[in-house]
């Protein structure tokens, strides 16, 4: 999925907030996202289906989940997303206007900010204990190179606190 030469409403940071709030949803973790020609592939370990117990629970029975979210999921995703938060505030039920956001979401929206700033052919990264590390397929002089980039949990965690004060909120 070329995200600069798709449709102009695309980047990185409302893609990948998308893609975070679906893996909210799913309780997936510790995940792996590659972007591909046509879309991205994701893998991460999500409960078994039926299995009720939390995350966290050691007797928690986890699996391998591995699929593919082509460009037309990944769009109805940002669309789903998008009526979501605007059925926030008065009429949508959520009178503070804040609904609760996951981790996922938060965190790949202010990682997708971050590759937006930086404008990469494509991108591949993976989380485990709320930590990335992020491989981006840059121009250069010398042609185009991988670059690397790790983001701690603590920086993770401030850029999110730090993103509604960015945007003007």
């Known amino acids: 999925m070329r995200i600069y030469e798709g449709a102009p409403r695309q980047n990185y940071e409302e893609v990948l907030r998308s893609i975070g709030a679906l893996l909210d949803q799913r309780g997936m ?3 792996t996202l590659n972007e591909a020609a046509d879309g991205f592939i994701i893998q991460g370990l999500a409960l078994v289906p039926g299995d009720n117990r939390p995350w966290d629970d050691p007797a ?7 699929f593919n979210l082509r460009e037309d999921d990944v769009a109805r995703f940002m669309d789903e997303a998008l009526a979501r938060r605007s059925g926030r505030g008065s009429q949508g039920g959520d009178p503070a206007g804040q609904l ?3 981790f996922y979401e938060a965190a790949l929206r202010v990682l997708g900010r971050y590759i937006d700033q930086q404008q990469p052919r494509d991108v591949f990264f993976f989380e485990q204990d709320h930590q990335f590390v992020v491989r ?3 121009p250069t002089r010398a042609g185009l190179r991988h670059v690397l980039v790790e983001f701690t949990r603590q920086e993770i965690d401030a850029m999110v606190a ?4 960015e945007r003007g909120h």
């Open 29 to 31: 973790r510790e995940i």
């Open 60 to 66: 928690a029975t986890l699996e391998k989940e591995t």
């Open 100 to 102: 609760a956001t996951g």
């Open 136 to 138: 981006l397929l840059m």
């Open 162 to 165: 730090a993103a509604p004060a």
